[in-house]
Structure formats: structure tokens, C-alpha cells
């Protein structure tokens, strides 16, 4: 089935064609007219180069009006091969066709609402015949029979054109579209771009990023540039304005040779303040025992300090380059 993107909006053309397998474009005079364009002729020479196929409007009374204003166009600088005109159902209208495809030029005969309009059309030979579903079923009409309608004539009589289905509105479109086996549609980018999206898929995608991080990203290289270090005899007021300019729970006491003597945390200091009251603010930390902290090493893979999370139930380990402190891991680090 081809895809084609539905628009005028130069920048999610852009965008869109990006994915390389997109095979064309369909745009409108509405479109446009809202996206305020002023100089028709140059957008459709620009947009003739960006994209593969492009399929553009070529309005008349008569069919030899019709004839003209494509003329007109491909003297512009189309390329015949890769533009398709687009006309409205009327009897004029597929007498245009007729005419155009006798100069084996491209057609879409759209603003198809009945069988009988598309057949007219695949009987003039159209390459596309277009039925609009969104705006159909707008009116409340089965508009998903009319096309699966449209597919049943083309395979059963032969005719040589394709059916697509535009006007769409949801994802739910595209479903349809895939089951009735049209020829083509024609999307939305706002549309088009939510067509991967799944929030199981993003959930497992999820996971397995984080798996493979757990295998392969060291401890070091996920804790961040802080270290939140004091000294042992550093006052207990002093390490908790230290640790609030760290903006950790939890910080590393040190002797004075560097070396690690424990871990204190916010919950160390709510413990003190109800045993001690004020009298905790008065002391030093050097004024506690402390038992010796759960640490790794920053050259450990981040599956080593998940699990110790997992065993030991807390949020923050210590991380050590040999015994010098490097940094805290969180566990919030992991994700």
C-alpha cells in the first residue's frame, strides 16, 4: 500500500521525508489557504523537489480548462512522471481526466462520496480515485463500506486505478484502511508520526535501555561531578548546611587523612534532633559512632549497586575510587 503525507505545511514535509520511504505528497488549496501561503505556483515547484510524487490540484469549468491549468503547471518545471492532477468528481471533471490520461498524464479524481462517482472515474481511466472517509462519516455516513465498495470494483472489473483512502483522522483510519487492502492513503503528520506509538512498546523499549545500562554503564560514570565530603570534626550544624549545598541526603565524613569514617544521612539528623533536642547542635561529628557504609567502586557495573539496593533497602551508597570517596550514588542514578 503506498503512504502518502497530507499537507502544505513545509515544515513537517520536511520533517516527514525524512523517513526515506514515504511516496508522496497530497496537498490542497484549503491547506494553504490556512497555512497562508500567497504564491501557489513557487510552493509547488519547491515541493516538486523535496518530494517523490506529488499530487496537486488543477481546477476548471471545462474539461479543456482543466487541460490547460495542468499544462500550465507542468511548464512550471514538473516533472509529468511524478506529478499527479488532482480533479474534482463532476462530468467535466472525468471528461478532464479522460483527456489528461490520453496525454499519459497522472489523475486523482477525488471528493468521491458515491460508487457510481468512482466508477465514472475508473471508467475514464483515473490512477486514483479518492474517497474522502473522515468527512463522510462527518455526515454520518458508512464511509468504510463506500471504499471497501471502491476496492471490490477495481479488482472485479480490472480497472487500472488505484483507490485512496484520505480524509483521515485517527490512527483507527489507517487500521481500516490496511483491512478493506486499499491502494493507497493519504496521511496527517499529526497523524502519521503517532503511528508507532505503543505504551507497551515504549514500555519494554523502556526496559531493555535500562537492562543495558545496568550491563554496561560503571558506577562512576552515572554518579554526578559532586562529592559531598566534611571532615569528621566538622559541627553538626555546619555538615547539614553542607549538605543542603550539596543537595544530597547524605554525606561522607573523613578523617583528616582522607580516609572514610562513615556515612551521615537526613535520617541520622532527625534521630539526633529527637533523642538530643538542641543539645545535638551543640556537637561535632565526631561526637558519633558510625558503622562502616555500603560502598562500591566506581569501576563497578551499575548491576553491582542495584543490587544492594535491592538487598539492603536504602537510596544512597558510596562510591569509591580504591578508599578515596569519588561521589554518591542514588538510587534514582539507576534510571
Known amino acids: 500500500m503506498e503512504l502518502y503525507l497530507d499537507s502544505a505545511d513545509l515544515n513537517e514535509i520536511e520533517e516527514a521525508f525524512k523517513l526515506k520511504f514515504l511516496d508522496g505528497l497530497t496537498t490542497t488549496p484549503t491547506f494553504m489557504h490556512r497555512g497562508g ?64 490520461r490520453e496525454k499519459g498524464l497522472l489523475v486523482n479524481v477525488h471528493l468521491i462520496y458515491t460508487l457510481q462517482q468512482a466508477y ?79 505504551n507497551l512498546t515504549t514500555l519494554g523499549t523502556d526496559q531493555f535501555v535500562e537492562h543495558t545500562r545496568l550491563m554496561t554503564v560503571k558506577v562512576g560514570d552515572a554518579i554526578s561531578n559532586i562529592n559531598p565530603v566534611v571532615n569528621v570534626k566538622t559541627s553538626l550544624v555546619d555538615a547539614i548546611i553542607k549538605m543542603t549545598e550539596y543537595g544530597f541526603g547524605a554525606i561522607t565524613l573523613v578523617d583528616d587523612k582522607g580516609a572514610v569514617v562513615g556515612i551521615f544521612t537526613d535520617g541520622d539528623i532527625r534521630r539526633r534532633l529527637q533523642s538530643e533536642g538542641d543539645d545535638a547542635l551543640h556537637k561535632n561529628m565526631s561526637d558519633y559512632t558510625y558503622s562502616v557504609p555500603l560502598s562500591v567502586q566506581a569501576t563497578d557495573l551499575l548491576n553491582v549497586a542495584k543490587d544492594i539496593f535491592h538487598q539492603k533497602k536504602i537510596d544512597t551508597i558510596l562510591v569509591l575510587d580504591g578508599n578515596k570517596p569519588v561521589g554518591m550514588l542514588d538510587i534514582q542514578d539507576l534510571a
Open 37 to 100: 501561503v500567497t504564491d501557489i505556483d513557487s510552493l509547488i515547484v519547491k515541493l516538486s523537489k523535496i518530494v517523490p510524487v506529488l499530487q496537486i490540484e488543477a481546477l476548471g469549468k471545462t474539461a479543456e480548462e482543466v487541460l490547460a491549468e495542468a499544462q500550465r503547471q507542468l511548464e512550471l518545471g514538473l516533472d509529468p512522471s511524478k506529478t499527479v492532477f488532482k480533479i474534482p468528481v463532476s462530468l467535466e471533471g472525468v471528461r478532464a481526466c479522460r483527456l489528461l
Open 120 to 198: 465514472m472515474a475508473m471508467k475514464a481511466g483515473a490512477t486514483y480515485v479518492c474517497p474522502l472517509v473522515g468527512r463522510l462519516q462527518d455526515q454520518g455516513h458508512d464511509a468504510l463500506d463506500l471504499v471497501e465498495q471502491c476496492v471490490w470494483a477495481v479488482d472485479h472489473y480490472g480497472y487500472d486505478t488505484k483507490v485512496m483512502f484520505s480524509s483521515v483522522r485517527n490512527p483507527e483510519h489507517v487500521r481500516n484502511a490496511i483491512n478493506l487492502g486499499v491502494h493507497t492513503i493519504t496521511v496527517p503528520w499529526k497523524v502519521m508520526k503517532g503511528l508507532t506509538d505503543n
